[in-house]
């Protein structure tokens, strides 16, 4: 059964920085394309940060670029996402995601039909 479990959501101050964790079981993570999203209430889901199956290609949303970053623990089966200088517009509540795709790679989030159950990130003084 594919599983994918966020933690490490949390209230920080502007500027501040935390890394998000996103275990995956009943599949090899490092065979799919996988991905980070957020949404923030009032807002269309949006994609944070993906990479495909091949690890040869990243995306990051252009609101995040050069503050976050992905990566990967194989031997943990597990996708971290460091988040820093962060920003009070960070605040939502953010979502690991794979897709059963083995072709197609986007960062689009209709792409993903495995998703987490989501940590909330605040981003307030």
């Known amino acids: 059964q594919v599983q994918l479990v966020e933690s490490g959501g949390g209230l920080v101050q502007p500027g501040g920085s935390l890394r998000l964790s996103c275990s995956a079981s009943g599949f090899t993570l490092d065979s799919y394309h996988i991905g980070w999203f957020r949404q923030a209430p009032g807002k269309p889901r949006e994609g944070v940060g993906c990479?495909?199956?091949?690890?040869?290609?990243?995306d990051y949303g252009d609101s995040v670029k050069g503050r976050f970053t992905l990566s990967m623990d194989n031997a943990k089966n597990t996708l971290y996402l460091q988040m820093n200088n962060l920003k009070p517009d960070d605040t939502a509540v953010y979502y690991c995601?794979?897709?059963?795709?083995?072709?197609?790679?986007?960062?689009?989030?209709?792409?993903?039909?495995?998703w987490g159950q989501g940590t909330q990130v605040t981003v307030s003084a």
């Open positions: 990479i495909d199956k091949s690890r040869s290609r990243t």
């Open positions: 995601a794979m897709t059963s795709d083995f072709y197609s790679y986007s960062c689009g989030p209709m792409s993903y039909d495995y």
